[in-house]
């Protein structure tokens, strides 16, 4: 079974400093992860995917995440956190194909002024 | 090209009744995916459709149902409304996949149903 884990439901961070996002994913074959923002009532946007390219992945607004297999990790940053990058943000996973996607509970990300 | 439509976007029921909504999905795609969202549990996988045929299905009792028609629009029926059956309802396409390529969702903004 795949799940996904993403430690800390609320995260503040001041205007400027580094977004950490802390996604840990369970998975009996080789994963394709995602990271989704929604903002309020809009559904979700892809931010980024991991599909076994790459180890860190480039998304929009500046995001990026790095897979680290040996931690099981799927952690998401930018290095200066914006206004508007108030959000919720989900980690998501999947064995592709067919496969369905399991989304973790979110964090939502505050951005002190 | 357009993206996923929802309707309605705002829906009031009493308990009880039941609720048809609706999925318009991106020109192209033709798998359709509905999700479940609540402060408690999050976002739960509901069903995927692929051309007319349910091809997943999550943990949800028998009230809730779906269907794809041949446009690949696609409706979710949920019969016996409950108070926890309140939620943002998510809609989600997908383009035809091919090889092993991963299942990229477009999500589209909901419906918000509150069931009094």
């Known amino acids: 079974a795949q799940s996904v884990t993403q430690l800390g439901s609320h995260v503040s961070v001041s205007e400027g400093a580094l977004v950490l996002l802390r996604c840990n994913y369970s998975?009996?074959?080789?994963?394709?992860l995602f990271w989704y923002v929604q903002y309020p009532n809009q559904g979700l946007q892809l931010l980024l995917k991991?599909?076994?390219?790459?180890?860190l992945v480039k998304g929009i607004n500046g995001f990026e995440a790095e897979f680290k297999k040996s931690e099981t990790s799927f952690h998401l940053t930018k290095p200066s956190a914006h206004m508007s990058d108030a959000a919720e943000y989900f980690c998501?996973?999947?064995?592709?194909?067919?496969?369905?996607?399991?989304f973790g509970k979110g964090t939502r990300l505050h951005i002190l002024p | 090209k357009a993206g996923v439509t929802q309707t309605p976007r705002y829906l009031i029921k009493t308990r009880g009744q039941q609720v048809t909504l609706s999925c318009s999905p991106i020109?192209?795609?033709?798998?359709v995916s509905w999700y479940q969202q609540t402060p408690g549990q999050g976002l739960q996988f509901l069903f995927e459709?692929?051309?007319?045929?349910?091809?997943n299905k999550g943990n949800f009792p028998g009230r809730f149902s779906g269907r794809q028609f041949s446009n690949s629009r696609s409706e979710m029926n949920v019969s016996t409304l409950e108070l926890g059956d309140s939620a943002l309802y998510l809609c989600a396409s997908s383009p035809v996949s091919s090889g092993n390529s991963y299942n990229e969702q477009f999500f589209g903004p909901g419906t918000r149903l509150t069931v009094l």
């Open positions: 991991y599909t076994s390219a790459a180890t």
């Open positions: 998501a996973v999947n064995r592709g194909r067919d496969d369905k996607i399991i």
């Open positions: 998975s009996s074959v080789p994963p394709y």
């Open positions: 020109s192209g795609h033709r798998s």
């Open positions: 459709y692929f051309s007319e045929t349910q091809r």
